[in-house]
C-alpha cells in the first residue's frame, strides 16, 4: 500500500469527495461490517438469480432493482467492488454476470433527468462496451434501433443540423461504425444540455414502443455476443448517479415511468435517493428494499461499536499520515463529529487541513475545522427542523414520521440513519448548535 501524504496540503489536493474507489485502490476500505451490511451483495445477486455461494444462475428476462443509500456513503465505491467480483476469475459467480457501469453524472443532466435520457445513455454504454471488448454486432442484429433512428430521428424537421451531419457518415460507411456514432451523437444530446434535448425526448415518447423493441433487441443480441466470448451469460447494467437526482425527479423516474422502466428487458441496478425511500416507494413497481446504511459508530443503545470506529481509521489513515495529528485521540474526535459518514469525514479532514496554521493538526485546528462543518448546517436548518432533530434523539432514535421536513433533513444529512433505516440521529456537528439546544431545553422544559 503506498505511503498516505504527511504535507497536509498535499493531503489537501488529493481529496475528492465525489470520487469512486474500487477494490483495488490501496485507499479502498471493506465496510460490510461496520455498516452492519454484510450480506448486501448477496441480497443483490439474489434479486438477479444469481447465487454467490453456489453459482446458481436462474435469472429473469427482466429485473429492476434500486439500491438507497445517503449521498456520500459510499454506494458507487459498493457498486466498483460489485463489479469486480463479477469479473473476477475462478469464483462461483465468474462468467454469469458481465456487468456495465454507467455514471450518469457524467452522461446526462441529473437535476432533469428523464426517462429517454437514461436509456439513450444505457445503449450508448452498452455499444461502448462491445467495442472495448472488441465486439461488433452485424447490422441485422442493429437494424430495429437504426431504422428507430432512421424513421424518427435523423428525419425530424428540428434535428435536422444533426440529420444531415449523420447522413454524410451514413455515406462514407453505416453498419456497426455508424451505429456507434449514433448512440454517441444522440447519448451527447443530454449530456451537453443541447437545445435538441426536448426534441429528443419527445421522440422516444411518442414512439417509445417501437424504441422498446429496439433497444430490447439491442440488449438480446449484446448478451448473445458476451455469451460467446465466455464473458457472461447475461448482462447486468448498473446505473449509478441516480442516487443524486432531486426528489421530484426520483419520484417521476422511478415511479411515475415505472412501466417505462419495466418494459426494458434487462437486469437493471439503479441507485436511488435516501429521501425516496421515505416518501414511499411501496407505490413504485421496481424491487425497491435495499438501503446501503452508513457505518455505525455505536449501537442503537449508545455502547461503542468497535468495527464502525476501526473501518472510519483506517479510511483517514490510508488519506493522511497519523503523524499529521498532534496526539492520536484528534483523529477519534474528527471521526465521532463525523456520525459515521465517510463523505463528512473527508470534508472534515479537508477543514482540519485548511484550518491548519502549522503543519500538523491540533486540537485547535479539529475544533475548528467541527465548528466550519457545523456552520454549514447552521446556514439553512430551520427552528422547526431543529425541534425534529431533538425530538428523534430524544426519542432514543426511533421514527417520529417521515413527511417532507424529515426527507429533507435525511437529504441533507442533518438526520442520518443506521443500520436497515430502523433507526436515526441527528448529525454529531448540528447538535452543537444553539437551534438544536434550545430545542432540546424546550423539549425538557415542563409546559404550564
Known amino acids: ?68 443509500g445517503p449521498i456520500g456513503c459510499g454506494k458507487s465505491t459498493e457498486l466498483m467492488r460489485l463489479k469486480a467480483q463479477l469479473l473476477a476469475p475462478h469464483t462461483p459467480i465468474s ?14 443532466d441529473i437535476n432533469n433527468l428523464e426517462y429517454a435520457d437514461l436509456f439513450l445513455a444505457l445503449a450508448h454504454a452498452v455499444v461502448q462496451e462491445l467495442e472495448a471488448q472488441s465486439i461488433q454486432l452485424p447490422e441485422t442484429q442493429i437494424a430495429a434501433l437504426q431504422s428507430w433512428f432512421s424513421e424518427h430521428v435523423l428525419t425530424h424537421d428540428q434535428i435536422r443540423e444533426l440529420a444531415t451531419q449523420l447522413g454524410t457518415e451514413a455515406e462514407a460507411g453505416g453498419g456497426w461504425p455508424l451505429f456507434v456514432k449514433l448512440t454517441a451523437k444522440f447519448s451527447a444530446v443530454f449530456k451537453n444540455s443541447s437545445s435538441y434535448k426536448d426534441t429528443m425526448r419527445d421522440v422516444v415518447k411518442k414512439t417509445f414502443t417501437q424504441f422498446a423493441l429496439a433497444f430490447n433487441a439491442l440488449i438480446r443480441a449484446a448478451e448473445a455476443a458476451i455469451a460467446e466470448r ?98 492520536p485521540d484528534l483523529r477519534d474526535r474528527l471521526i465521532a463529529a463525523s456520525g459515521g459518514h465517510p463523505r463528512e469525514l473527508l470534508r472534515l479532514l479537508a477543514l482540519a487541513c485548511e484550518s491548519a496554521e502549522t503543519g500538523t493538526i491540533d486540537a485547535t485546528t479539529v ?70 439546544t434550545r430545542a432540546l431545553q424546550a423539549l425538557n422544559t415542563p409546559q404550564p
Open 230 to 327: 465466455g464473458l457472461g451469460q447475461r448482462l447486468l447494467l448498473i446505473v449509478d448517479g441516480t442516487d443524486k437526482i432531486p426528489l421530484k425527479q426520483a419520484q417521476s423516474l422511478f415511479i411515475d415511468d415505472a412501466e417505462q422502466l419495466l418494459s426494458i428487458q434487462a437486469l437493471v441496478l439503479y441507485t436511488a435517493p435516501i429521501t425516496l425511500k421515505y416518501s414511499g416507494t411501496t407505490q413504485s413497481k421496481l424491487n425497491s428494499e435495499l438501503v446501503l446504511p452508513i457505518i455505525k459508530l455505536e449501537s442503537r443503545d449508545g455502547t461503542r461499536f468497535e468495527p464502525g470506529w476501526q473501518a472510519m481509521h483506517n479510511l483517514l489513515d490510508r488519506r493522511i499520515d497519523p503523524s499529521a495529528f498532534a496526539t
Open 95 to 108: 462468467g454469469k454476470l458481465f456487468p456495465i457501469l454507467l455514471n450518469v453524472r457524467g452522461e446526462v
Open 367 to 436: 475544533s475548528r475545522a467541527i465548528e466550519l462543518l457545523a456552520a454549514e448546517y447552521r446556514y439553512w436548518l430551520a427552528p422547526e427542523d431543529y425541534t425534529l432533530l431533538a425530538q428523534v434523539d430524544a426519542a432514543g432514535g426511533q421514527h417520529v414520521g417521515n413527511d417532507e421536513r424529515t426527507r429533507n433533513l435525511l437529504w441533507r444529512l442533518a438526520l442520518l440513519h443506521y443500520n436497515d433505516g430502523s433507526w436515526r440521529r441527528s448529525h454529531p456537528v448540528v447538535r452543537l448548535l444553539e437551534g438544536y
Open 1 to 68: 500500500m503506498s505511503q498516505p501524504p504527511r504535507n497536509l496540503l498535499q493531503a489537501l489536493q488529493q481529496l475528492d469527495f465525489d470520487e469512486a474507489i474500487g477494490p483495488s485502490d490501496p485507499r479502498f476500505v471493506d465496510t460490510d461490517l461496520a455498516r452492519g451490511a454484510t450480506d448486501l451483495r448477496m441480497r443483490l445477486l439474489n434479486k438477479f438469480g444469481l447465487s454467490m455461494t453456489s453459482g446458481d444462475f436462474f435469472p429473469n428476462l427482466g429485473r429492476h432493482v434500486l439500491l438507497f
